[in-house]
């Protein structure tokens, strides 16, 4: 019972992150601010020399999970060397409006 609860507090708690990152970020200034990352993730089926990484498609992703991941880029929580550079010049409100676009774009490919 008790884990039940937990799980439920948890799902509350990862809903209000979703919205509050969808409601947060500003499309238009996320277009703009994403230019620079379609380098690499614009490109079908992409993958990165070194190390040799197949790099995620991000047009319809979550804007929680975009944002989560640049805030760790940003943090070093998470270790790829281009990716925490292109986040460690970012703001907090460059990375919602970046995460508000890509969602926007619709749901992701899952074949690619």
């Known amino acids: 019972m008790r884990s039940r609860i937990v799980a439920i507090i948890l799902a ?15 499309i238009a200034k996320g277009k703009v601010a994403s230019q620079t990352c379609l380098g690499c ?7 990165s020399v070194y190390p040799t990484y197949r790099v995620p498609k991000l047009a319809g992703q979550s804007a929680a999970y975009v944002l989560h991941a ?42 690619k």
């Open 70 to 111: 640049l805030q760790e880029y940003k943090s070093g929580a998470r270790s790829y060397p281009s990716m925490h550079a292109q986040a460690s010049s970012l703001t907090e409100q460059q990375m919602e409006d970046i995460a508000a676009y890509f969602q926007s774009l619709g749901t992701p490919d899952k074949s």
């Open 12 to 26: 509350c708690a990862a809903l209000t992150v979703t919205i509050a990152a969808r409601a947060d970020g500003d």
């Open 41 to 47: 993730h614009g490109i079908p089926d992409y993958t």
